[in-house]
């Protein structure tokens, strides 16, 4: 499931235009829901995915808050990227307790943010 996540966030990055509002609500909640059920169980390659999904959820929800004139959107999106920030933040941890360090996590990041998504079979 992680593995599909990833390609769809790396669909949406990639996209020229900005989806709705619903559509990355409905994302983000399918993605806190797999998280709070199978977070704390994940291997290192899903780590790594989770990770990815996280922060860009995160960055992107900050970034709406600066685009939207909607207060209730507005307030949902701080909400959205606070509790994938948590995650985020969860995630960092525990690669760093499996020996990596921010640096070669950045290395690792900037690669995940350069990969295309997988064509749909």
Do not use: C
């Amino acid at each position: 499931m992680m593995e599909k996540l990833y390609n769809q966030v790396q669909i949406y990055l990639n996209m020229d235009e900005e989806i709705e509002f619903n559509e990355f609500q409905d994302f983000y909640k399918t993605v806190i829901s797999e998280l709070n059920e199978r977070g704390q169980e994940l291997e290192e390659d899903d780590i790594w995915r989770a990770l990815f999904i996280a922060e860009s959820l995160t960055s992107n929800a900050k970034n709406r808050i600066k685009e939207t004139k909607n207060k209730q959107e507005k307030k949902k999106y701080k909400k959205m990227g606070q509790r994938s920030k948590l995650w985020a933040e969860h995630f960092t941890l525990r690669l760093h307790q499996s020996g990596y360090n921010e640096k070669q996590i950045n290395e690792r990041f900037e690669q995940m943010l350069e990969e295309e998504p997988e064509a749909s079979s």
